[in-house]
């Protein structure tokens, strides 16, 4: 073969891998989840102007994530999930931006409402990367479902819709109906309707507890009330005793309690039926941190109170990040790295916990960690994550309120 066969070749070959990785990567996180620290001129313009970031971050999501400004591509799961859903209607709430929160919530009611009630299956297929066209999984994930139910009811005060209201009220007394469940006059909040989380004991998610939402739903949902502010004072106690099985007291992403009290130690356990990782501080656990400074903004005393207490003994991510100038993508359940890089998914819940113990040297915080990774176009590390853009951007939400 001639050498210039030969260079056509191997052009043609690289042409091809590349192509590959382009296909790849968007769906495929973990062989490029990360990208490196941008040009100073990038970090520059993500200076700690939190009104700015926030307006700017969302005006790339809805370019970038959007489809038809109406639904989010999930890059982990392919196809849409109702947590993309939910985390777009509660950007667009806090951003005012009424037109974008209607596309939204009526592609999620038409595509992902479930038949015989009014929760929402948590996956559909787009058609693409070998998923089918429709509903996948009917059974519902309830932090979508409440955060979705959360959106409507505050969508329609202020923007005075009462479809949205009503429809707000709808979610909230199905959850109650199907999700929530009373174990010894202490309340629970089952993490969807798959069977498998109701076996041997009751799968929970520390990541879906949500205090101040249950106090919005007692407000709306008169007939349960009572229930749900107590299901909102106990969700402190079911979180910190989640927390307490960790070494590191890190929220696990996944812990259970058991049916019945058979007095062998406490009753809140690990639950180890969502496979590898469930005890670890990771994907799902990342998000506590932004519900806990949510709570302690939003929640009246003393829940609010509660909220700020979990947040000053918990410092372990703080502590970290002072120590090792590094946060990596998680920790197991005896503290170990889950990995040697930086991550972005960790970096908005240190910023959390400094505001609550250091506040006035956050802009400096967010200068050394997290603005090093952030495009001037509004992205913080790559522009193909949805769920990392949003992790980031409602851990400074609730740093903004």
Known sequence: MSNLKKLWMLALILFAILGMASI????????????????????????????????ESWSFYKGRFLVDGAHVVSNNYGGTISEGQSYAMLKALWMNDPATFQRVWDWTKTHLKRPHDHLLGWRW??????????????EDATDADQDIAYALLLAGKQWRNAAFT?????IVKDL??????????????????????????LSLDPSYMAPYVYRAFAQADTEHAAGWNQLADDTYDTLEACTALTKPQLPPNWCA???????QGSRIIFSDRQGPG?????????????????????????GRERALAYLKKHTFLLNYWQNHHLMPEGFTSDGTPRTKDNSGFGMGPVLVLNHIQHPATDAHLYQEMLAPYYHADGYWFNDYNDFLHSVIWLHLYAISL
């Open 257 to 263: 309690v058991k049916w019945q009290d058979d007095r």
């Open 176 to 201: 109650w109906r199907i999700n929530v469940q009373k174990l010894d006059d202490h309340y629970y909040l089952a993490p969807g309707t798959w069977e498998g989380f109701r076996q041997e004991y």
């Open 125 to 138: 297929g787009d058609g693409q990367f070998g998923t089918p066209l429709g509903l996948m999984e009917s």
């Open 24 to 55: 790849v990567a968007p769906i495929c996180p973990a062989l490029s989840q990360q990208s490196k620290p941008q040009t100073q001129s990038s970090a520059q313009a993500a200076s700690w102007n939190l009104p700015k970031l926030l307006r």
């Open 166 to 170: 009503q429809d707000g009220l709808n």
């Open 278 to 302: 469930s005890r670890d501080f990771s994907y799902d656990a990342f998000r506590v941190y932004w519900r806990m400074m949510m709570d302690s903004k939003l929640s009246p005393s003393p």
